[in-house]
């Protein structure tokens, strides 16, 4: 069960990568020539930018929230380990990787329910932030 769950994490995370390619050869290309391949180009566009801005936002969400609750934290990884590159700031690790994915690592087990509000707390960033952003009136000067 374990060896189909890490080839599964692996085929998600080659899937989200081969789109973010794609997104990087369409944008870099030449001009689009015909309706669907701007939209090809947008949509890979928003891939590329907005998956890697997601993950901090969530993970950042974690760690923010088990902070305000006084857990301790060992490590934050953006990108799934081993980590490409490691830096310490203050007693946390921060690791960054190649995997698309996020991880939090807390220090010793955490209570019950502190751990479910820490946990809940990333998708509640996500959600608040696309709530932020929706509402927020976009400038004349970045509209299309």
Known sequence: ???????LA???SLLIWGLVLIGWVVISGPPPRGPWQGAVALVCGALLYSVP???VIHEGG???AGRLLGMRTAAVYLGSPPALMTLHLG???LGLGLRPTGKVVWKGWPAPGRLAVSVAAGPLAN???AR????TPVPHW???
Do not use: E, S
Not at 1 to 7: D, E, F, G, I, S
Not at 132 to 135: I, M, Q
């Open 1 to 7: 069960m374990r060896r189909a769950l890490r080839l």
């Open 10 to 12: 692996g085929f998600v």
């Open 53 to 55: 801005v997601a993950i």
């Open 62 to 64: 974690h760690f923010l």
């Open 91 to 93: 007693q946390v690790l």
């Open 127 to 129: 959600l608040v932030t």
């Open 132 to 135: 932020v952003l929706l509402v």
């Open 142 to 144: 970045i509209a299309f």
